[in-house]
Every structure is written in structure tokens, then in C-alpha cells.
């Protein structure tokens, strides 16, 4: 296994991406990164670093490692096959005579 | 800005008390402190306004970018509170045309002397652990004062504290959690925790001392005499030391003396840097 990025190693703090939600009802969203000793630390530091304006109601920290991403480079097989599928969409079906709700 | 660019986060200004609206208050006569209220918002106003100047010194300085600016935003909530308290104090030390002193009047153009702070704001920063230290006694006294404060009976004196303890109270977490990771870091960070707050333990007595000022303002429900407060700063420090596995220092007074001008060596090199600009060019601006 790798060694976690949220670790100090060294001199250096690890990484830590950061979650704000910005009021109640809504969902969390990616704001940024920072660096941070530990969990703890991070959250006190996203506080400071991201919600210096009134921005958020709650904040998650997530070691960067932590999140799997998909490879920027397979976007064509990734994402480019649901184009033309148009009866993914409901607005591809013509309502049936008589259904009065749908 | 598109929809899709709009930050993940919105922005509000908020509503709480601001300085403009405190000097809006003074020119219009809604707000008049008595002299006593006036010369112990001056107090308060010096030790935050010391205080942010010793704590703007680490800009670009500190050991991480994040504590960077963890320690521009607390110097700032001092700033902030500094302006309120000697906007407020300004209203009761008129100029000779009647007019209000300013908070930049009260901050640029007075001397040391005149300085009602006390010693401990105006140690220096030293290493880190030595400010956190100083953050460490600092925010646990300010919390304990200005949440009695938020019961005075001075509207105004009520209102700042209001907005101010729960920034310091933020300030205390964020000292103790500092001093839990330096004393349980390795034996140098640990080694420098101890020393820090030996250095700045023997200004804590300042602190709790009460006066004819304070003791007249307790009389009168508008403050708090400082001696009442120990008890519970005692506890809750102590509450961390322990979980740190730190000693209360034990080291001797100092003499003290701020709250009649009396200061150590540094607050005279603080006031000249602090000062140099506005005395430079009366009324620049920019």
C-alpha cells in the first residue's frame, strides 16, 4: 500500500481536500485542498482557509488519497458513450394517449 | 461570472456589530459612555490592538501556509475588536472642538505612556510555541471576560463582547489544540511548549488584578472585576495542561503596571513601527 498523502512526512504536512457546505439542504462541494498535521488540524485549517467569508454550515476534510479519481485521460470511453443514447431521457418517450399524470 | 465558474461557496457579509456602526453611534449621540466606560474600553481596545500588531508580525512567517494565515485571521479578529472598543472609548475623550476621538486618533497618536494595555500582549512572538503560549493565556482570559461582558450593562461594552467571544472562543481552541500537538509532538516541540509558557506565565497575574477603575465599573454592573475571572481560567487551562501532561509553571510575578502605562521594553518599538506611517502623513490614505 502507498503511503497515505494525509501523513506529515518529513517537514511537510499531508494533503487534505476540502468539502463546504454552504447552508442547509444543499450537498457539500469540493471548495480546494490544504495541508494539514492531522484530521483535527484540517478541519480547523478549511475553517480558516474556506469559510473566512460566511461560506459554509459545515465543512468535511477527506485525506486526498483517499479519493479515487477517474483517469483524466479516458474521457472518450469514460463519458462520450452516453451521447446520442437519447432514450436515456425521459423527454425521448411521447406520453401514451390518456396517462393525464406523469 | 457564469453559472458554471460561480464559486462552490456563496458569500455573505453577515450582520454582526462593526466598528462604523459604533462610530455612527457616537456622532449621533446614541451611544455615550461614562468616563469610567470610556477609559476601560480603552483597555480593551490596547491589549487587542497589541496584541493584532505582535500577531501581524507573523505573516509570511509562520512554520505553514495554513497557520499562515490561522494566525492573519486571529489578528484580525483582535483588530477588529481593538477598533470597536477604542472607537467606542474615543466618544468619551473629546477633542477641543467637541468632536469624538477616533479609533486611528487613539491608535497613531498617543505614547507609550498613554497605553492602557497590559505587559502580556506586548511580549514578543518568539518561536512558534512562545506564541501559542501567549494565545494559550490570552484567549482563555478574553473568553471568560467577554462572556461576562455580554451581560454588562453598558449596551455597547454588551455588544462588542457579544460578537467578540465567539472569535476568541474559536482562538482558545485553537491555541489548545496547538499546545496538545507541541507538547505530545517530539521532545524539541515539546521542549519549546514548556518554555513558552514559562515565558509568558509570569504576565498572567497582571491580568486578574483589580482596580479602583474595575472595582467602581463592578460596582456599577458594567464590567467585571478581573479577580473573578481566575477561577475558572485556572480550570480550564489547567484542564489542558493536563491532557498535554504539563505543569501550571511556576515562576514569580511580574511587577506589572500596564494598566497605569507602565510597560516593559517592547511596547516602545511595537508603537514606532506601528505608528511610523500615520505620524509620516496625518491623514494618508489609500
Known amino acids: 500500500m502507498s503511503e497515505s498523502t494525509a501523513e506529515p512526512t518529513g517537514n511537510t504536512w499531508g494533503l487534505w481536500e476540502v468539502f463546504v457546505r454552504s447552508s442547509r439542504g444543499l450537498s457539500h462541494v469540493h471548495a480546494g485542498s490544504l495541508h494539514a498535521p492531522d484530521a483535527a488540524m484540517a478541519l480547523r485549517n478549511a475553517r480558516d482557509l474556506y469559510t473566512r467569508r460566511n461560506e459554509g454550515v459545515s465543512i468535511w476534510v477527506v485525506p486526498a488519497d483517499a479519493i479515487a479519481a477517474s483517469d483524466p485521460d479516458s474521457k472518450g470511453s469514460f463519458f462520450e458513450s452516453p451521447q446520442g443514447k437519447d432514450y436515456r431521457h425521459a423527454t425521448y418517450y411521447t406520453k401514451s394517449e390518456g396517462v393525464k399524470h406523469l | 461570472m457564469s453559472e458554471a465558474n460561480a464559486s462552490a461557496t456563496r458569500i455573505t457579509p453577515g450582520n454582526a456589530l462593526r466598528p462604523e456602526d459604533i462610530a455612527l453611534e457616537v456622532r449621533t449621540g446614541l451611544a455615550k459612555p461614562t468616563e469610567d466606560v470610556a477609559e476601560y474600553a480603552l483597555r480593551l481596545g490596547d491589549d487587542a490592538l497589541i496584541l493584532a500588531q505582535r500577531l501581524g508580525h507573523w505573516i509570511s512567517r509562520a512554520p505553514e501556509l495554513e497557520e499562515d494565515i490561522a494566525l492573519g485571521n486571529i489578528a484580525l479578529d483582535q483588530l477588529g475588536h481593538a477598533r470597536s472598543f477604542l472607537t467606542y472609548a474615543g466618544a468619551g475623550v473629546p477633542n477641543q472642538d467637541g468632536t469624538a476621538k477616533t479609533e486611528d486618533d487613539l491608535a497613531y497618536f498617543r505614547r507609550e505612556h498613554e497605553f492602557r494595555s497590559v505587559q502580556l500582549f506586548e511580549q514578543p512572538n518568539g518561536d512558534f510555541a512562545a ?61 519549546r511548549m514548556i518554555h513558552g509558557l514559562r515565558t509568558m506565565w509570569p504576565y498572567v497575574a497582571e491580568l486578574f488584578r483589580d482596580d479602583e477603575l474595575t472595582e467602581r465599573l463592578a460596582q456599577a454592573g458594567a464590567a467585571v472585576a478581573p479577580s473573578t475571572l481566575k477561577e475558572d481560567f485556572d480550570r480550564l487551562t489547567a484542564e489542558v495542561l493536563n491532557e498535554a501532561e504539563l505543569e501550571v509553571p511556576d515562576v514569580p510575578a511580574a511587577p506589572g503596571g500596564g494598566r497605569e502605562g507602565k510597560h516593559s521594553e517592547y511596547l516602545g518599538y511595537i508603537l514606532a513601527e506601528m505608528q511610523v506611517l500615520a505620524r509620516e502623513h496625518p491623514g494618508a490614505s489609500w
Do not use: C
Not at chain 2, 494565545?135 to 482570559?141: A, G, K, L, R
Not at chain 2, 472569535?167 to 517530539?186: I, N
Open chain 2, 131 to 191: 506564541t501559542i503560549a501567549r494565545q494559550f493565556v490570552v484567549s482563555y482570559y478574553q473568553y471568560e471576560l467577554y462572556r461576562r461582558l455580554t451581560e454588562s450593562t453598558d449596551a455597547t461594552l454588551a455588544a462588542i463582547a457579544a460578537k467578540a467571544v465567539k472569535e476568541v472562543d474559536y482562538h482558545r481552541d485553537h491555541s489548545a489544540q496547538w499546545v496538545l500537538r507541541l507538547a505530545g509532538g517530539t521532545d524539541e516541540s515539546r521542549k
